[in-house]
């Protein structure tokens, strides 16, 4: 692997079994305010130094096929060219910048942006002040909406590239809940062995989304798919399956008071996961059926669900990962130590660059931990913020270290 920054930062893996004397005290609504900043602005970007390593510009592979723009140069600037000729103002808005485009011939407006970070960025075009989507992008659901994305490329790493190797598929699975009385729709990773080897069984990881994005979000903005095919194919990471399920729910017998709670009461949803998606899951797919081959992790949003849930049913899982995200409520006496005896895997990270009260709130959390005592692993992403490069160098960590 390279010596890139975010090879080596893939490497700061921390363990955490101090008994310091001292520990920080915060309130649960720090840490709340925190993930609210960040789940309702746009995706921070990081502010890492982008390598140069490209020789010319190239479109981008988030295009639609045959779409010539967006083009990433060698910067890794991103010049973009949108067709409106009835406009009288055109703007791109990428990474919380807004660039605004010049007509360079009848009807056709383009700019170039600032040179951007790597990683997977969502983006729009404002028309005469209104947002929409680009119609040479393929369309990603984020910031509760379908939008346009980019991914911009990171000088010699590959761990999320496609390659050459044996792949696992991304099953769409409907299934009916009763409790919501409502279809509802998970994408189900299956290893490449699965369908060739009928009699074995394999652990089950739950890979939440964030706020803002669905069930849809690792295997197309996360590159799941990648991530794990290359992993198990080198050995990295156990063969498993993963399941990924839109994060809400709203049960059938629910009042229309109760239709609008905060994002953080997801007790309907941790009810679908335990009463109806687990045991589907394992009805329906050659699962190892305990808790020590069953983990549950997410980011951010997702992360304080997969956090509230896995140590509220550690009869089902004894893993658990939140990625910029992780407890709901950072009270000292809710984590025991006795965690380190009834739980295989407690894993949190955070990127570098993510905002001030996101990345206080988490490493608060981790300090919290560390002083009581409280074993766990903590990782930071060098250079990257509230975004899927984050997420996906988390997932790449995570899974390589479940059901050893």
Known sequence: MSGSPGEEAFMRLHRNYSNRSKFLKMRTRSILAAVLLA???????????PPVFL??????????PGKEYPKINPDLSVTCRVE???AISVELDLCNKVYPMVQIDEGVWEVTSDPQVPGFHYYFINVDGVRVSDPSSRLFYGCGLMASGIEIPEAGVDFYIEKEVPHGEVRMQRYWS???????????????????NPETRYPVLYLQHGGGEDETGWANQGKLDNIMD?????????????????????LANSVDSERSRNIFDFSAFEKVVVEELVPMIDAGYRTLADR???????????????????LSHQ??????????????DPSPEKYPVSLNEQMNLLYISIGTDEPEQMYAGVKAFHDMLENKGVRHLYYESEGTGHEWLTWRRSLRQFAALLFR
Do not use: H
């Open 84 to 86: 409106a000729p009835d």
């Open 55 to 64: 020789k010319k510009p190239f479109s981008a592979s988030t295009n639609i």
């Open 315 to 328: 009869d089902l899982f004894s893993y658990i990962g939140g990625f910029s995200g992780a407890g709901m």
């Open 230 to 250: 290359n992993l198990i194919a080198s050995g990295e990471a156990v063969p498993m399956i993963i399941v990924m399920d839109r994060g809400s729910a709203i």
């Open 39 to 49: 789940l309702f602005m746009s995706p921070s970007c990081g502010s890492g130094k």
């Open 292 to 310: 020590n081959n069953r983990a549950i992790a997410g980011l951010s949003l997702g992360g304080f669900q997969s956090w509230s849930i896995g």
């Open 178 to 196: 009763g409790l919501t009385q409502t279809w509802r729709i998970c994408y189900v990773y299956i290893p490449a062995a699965y369908d060739k």
